[in-house]
Nanobody, 123 residues
């Protein structure tokens, strides 16, 4: 089992920045990929970014490429999502997830999830 707890969400103006954290405990977090997803009201949960256990492989959704940066510190069992140049359309609940089985881009592939943290970007 892996327990995930997100933090760092909040209210920010358009153009601002936030850094989300995902603290992991339980099984060996450092050996499994982790990803970030988001879900806006009335919409499906969508892929944001994923990082391999070694940080050698990273993928981003086109909508956040160049603005968001995913990273992890395995010594601290923590993953991060640095979000810059935020837009109102980035408003959503952000979730971290771990241990995907197959498709990194599909939320159904992930076994472990955090509870989510709200990010609201005002215009």
């Amino acid at each position: 089992q892996v327990q995930l707890v997100e933090s760092g969400g909040g209210l920010v103006q358009a153009g601002g920045s936030l850094r989300l954290s995902c603290a992991a405990s339980g099984r060996t977090f450092s050996s499994i990929p982790m990803g970030w997803f988001r879900q806006a009201p009335g919409k499906e949960r969508e892929f944001v970014a994923v990082i391999s256990w070694s940080s050698n492989t990273i993928f981003y959704a086109d909508s956040v490429k160049g603005r968001f940066t995913i990273s992890r510190d395995n010594a601290k069992n923590t993953g991060y999502l640095q979000m810059n140049s935020l837009k109102p359309e980035d408003t959503a609940v952000y979730y971290c997830a771990a241990d995907p089985d197959g498709d990194y881009y599909h939320p159904g592939s992930y076994e472990f999830w955090g509870q989510g943290t709200q990010v609201t970007v005002s215009s």
